[in-house]
């Protein structure tokens, strides 16, 4: 029977709920991963558009996704950018990031295509020919590491599969689900990590995993109505999952939250350094210039005299 250990200092149960990310490690099994589960934040980040079911589903999956990797930074500050980008798809951009916590994403899509486009809303109905970029920044030690790869398979989750099998050569295991109302998306990210967290020197590259094919099995059981019901604690879903191991470690529940950073002070600076000529033919018919937050749906007008010179 599995001892669930929580890093948690005051010894309080980890806490219920919506908008919570939690990172488990199975140390006799080198394996390590992420749970997810987002409700009200998702509700906010997508009354900011106006976007139709299925692309409200696809971000709500991507926003998810974008939790599971952010909550594997390792430096607070440190950002993660999820972004798949299509040649001709119906779907031409769609960027979330995560920072501290913090959530946000859109989706830049052909209205009417979508609209036109038969009852296929899988990711290559969606996204035809793409690429998946996943960006790690670590703040601290300015480490910045892309990899892109196909956006390929069924599924987004199956892309991010491959995204760290191709790019990091990590065997991993990810499942995103929304549930049918689009109110509350969960997901789970299981990793193999022979070589520790850090990595050592890979002297030798074992092909055959007996302890992680044991790990994905089990991870694969998780079933898309667990990983999206509110009722479910996640750490009663990892205890579901993983109580015969050994040991399941839990850590801390980082709380998430919708954030942007756009601000009318850094748009008003990037515009100033442009010359005054090209300023003025920024401005509008009605004397202003707008610089839109695709995030937000924002606009932030500012006039030439914010200007000094
Ligand atoms: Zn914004």
Known sequence: MAAMT????????VAPGLDLAIGFSLPARSARGRVVRLGPLLGEILSAHDYPAPIARILSEALTLTAL???????????????????????DLLVCDYKGGELRGYVRFDRERLAEAPGRRDLKALFGKGYLAI????????????????????????????????????????????????????????????EGEEGRDRIHTRLDH????????????????????????????????????????VMEPIALLKGCRCDLDHIRGVIGRFAPEERAEMVEADGLIRVACE???????????DFAD
Do not use: N
């Open 6 to 13: 929580s890093s948690t200092a005051t010894g309080r149960p």
């Open 69 to 91: 990797l952010g909550a594997m930074l390792k430096e607070a500050g440190g950002q993660l950018t999820l972004q798949a980008q299509t040649e001709s798809g119906i779907v």
């Open 135 to 194: 960006t790690f920044d670590q703040a601290g030690s300015g480490e910045r590491y892309q990899g892109i790869v196909p956006l390929e398979g069924a599924s987004l989750a199956a892309a991010a599969e491959s995204y760290f099998s191709q790019s990091e050569q990590i065997p991993s295991l990810v499942r995103l689900a929304v549930d049918d109302g689009g109110r509350v998306a969960g997901g789970i990210l299981v990793q193999h990590l022979p």
């Open 210 to 249: 007996p302890e992680w094919d044991h790990v994905a099995a089990l991870g694969q059981t998780v079933k898309a109505a667990e990983l999206t019901d509110p009722a479910l604690l996640l750490d009663t879903l990892l205890w579901r999952l993983f109580h015969e191991e050994e040991e399941v470690r």
């Open 295 to 305: 995030f937000c749906s924002r606009d932030f007008p500012l006039a030439l005299s």
